[in-house]
C-alpha cells in the first residue's frame, strides 16, 4: 500500500467514491460550478463538515521528498483526497477541469458536465424531469451562454426563428433552450427587471426569477439574448398577457384597460400590482452590456401584438 493509503486508511477518511458522490451533490448545490479546492475555501470546509472529519483528518499533511531539489513538500491530505476525487470525476466526463472552465468563463472551477448533472440529480433524489427548469450550470450549456453573449449585436434584428420547426424536442433545442434561459437571468443579476425581485429557494437550487421571451415561442420567437428579458412569475404573466410593454427607451407602459378593473383587482395586501405598473417613469433593470440589451425590433413587436391599448 502507498504512503498516501496508509495515511487514509489510518486517519479513517473517507473513500474517493464517497468524496465524488459529495462533490456532485455540493455542486448541485452551489449552482452547478465550486472553485479550485484551496485553504480557505468554503467549499472545502462544507464537505468536510458533512462527512463530520475531526481537526486530525482535517489538519493532517501529506510530505512528499523532491530529490533532485532536496526539498520537503507538504499537502494537506483532506485537500488532495478532493483534488483526486475531482480528477477521477473529469476522467469520467461528469465534470470539467479547471483549465477547460477558465476558457469559458474567466473562472477556475470544477463544473458539472450534462453527465454530471443528471448524475447528481440521481444521488440527490430529484427527477430528472426538473432538471431544464433549474439553473444549475452545466458545461455544455456554458458553452451556449458564453456564444449567446459574445454574438456581434445585430442592426436589423429579426426576432423570428422561421426555420424552426415544431417538432419533438431534441438535446440540442433543449440546450439552446437552457442556454437561453440562463443567459437571460445572469444577464439580469437573477433580478426581475420591473420589480427588482431577487430570491432563491431554500435549498439554493432555484431562483424566483423566469427568462421571459419578448416574442413568444408560439410565434416562433428567437431563443437569443436580445429576445429575453428576466422577469418575476407574477410580471412574467403580466407581461405575456399584455398588461404592460416597453418603450423605445426601455420604460414600462402599461395598459389603459387597468383604469377599467374593479378597485380590488391586483392587490397584494397594502402592495397594488397595476398601480405600481401605471408608473409609467419607471424603466426596466437593464444589462450591464447594452450590446446585450432587449432588441428594440423585438419590443416594438411585442407593443403592436401583445400589448392592449
Aim: hydrophobic share 35%; net charge positive; charged share 25%.
Amino acid at each position: 500500500m502507498s504512503y498516501e493509503g496508509k495515511m487514509l486508511e489510518q486517519l479513517e477518511m473517507p473513500t474517493r467514491k464517497q468524496v465524488e458522490q459529495a462533490l456532485l451533490q455540493a455542486l448541485l448545490q452551489h449552482g452547478g460550478a465550486i472553485k479550485e479546492f484551496s485553504s480557505g475555501q468554503e467549499i472545502v470546509d462544507e464537505i468536510a463538515d458533512n462527512f463530520k472529519l475531526n481537526e486530525r483528518q482535517r489538519s493532517a499533511f501529506l510530505e512528499t521528498v523532491y530529490r533532485k531539489e532536496n526539498r520537503l513538500k507538504k499537502s494537506l491530505l483532506w485537500h488532495r483526497l478532493l483534488f483526486r476525487a475531482a480528477d477521477s470525476l473529469a476522467k469520467e466526463n461528469l465534470v470539467s477541469r479547471p483549465t477547460q472552465t477558465v476558457q469559458l468563463n474567466q473562472r477556475k472551477e470544477w463544473m458539472l458536465t450534462e453527465k454530471g448533472f443528471d448524475e447528481a440529480l440521481k444521488l440527490s433524489n430529484i427527477p430528472v424531469a426538473k432538471k431544464n427548469s433549474l439553473p444549475t450550470k452545466s458545461y455544455e450549456v456554458q458553452k451556449i451562454v458564453k456564444k449567446l453573449n459574445e454574438s456581434p449585436r445585430p442592426k436589423n434584428y429579426i426576432p423570428f426563428d422561421k426555420e424552426r420547426k415544431v417538432t419533438k424536442s431534441t438535446r440540442e433545442t433543449v440546450l439552446r433552450l437552457r442556454g437561453f434561459r440562463q443567459a437571460v437571468i445572469e444577464a439580469h443579476d437573477c433580478r426581475c427587471a420591473v420589480c427588482r425581485l431577487k430570491i432563491n429557494s431554500p435549498d439554493f437550487l432555484s431562483w424566483e426569477v423566469e427568462a421571459a421571451h419578448i416574442v413568444p415561442h408560439s410565434s416562433m420567437g428567437r431563443d437569443d439574448i436580445w429576445n429575453g428579458i428576466a422577469l418575476c412569475h407574477l410580471h412574467h404573466w403580466a407581461f405575456d398577457v399584455g398588461w404592460f410593454t416597453l418603450q423605445d427607451n426601455y420604460l414600462i407602459q402599461s395598459s389603459p384597460q387597468i383604469h377599467s378593473l374593479p378597485s380590488d383587482f391586483g392587490k397584494l395586501g397594502d402592495y397594488e400590482f397595476f398601480n405600481a405598473l401605471a408608473n409609467n417613469n419607471t424603466r426596466i433593470l437593464l444589462p450591464n452590456r447594452n450590446e446585450i440589451y432587449p432588441h428594440l425590433n423585438a419590443v416594438r413587436w411585442h407593443r403592436q401584438n401583445v400589448f392592449h391599448t
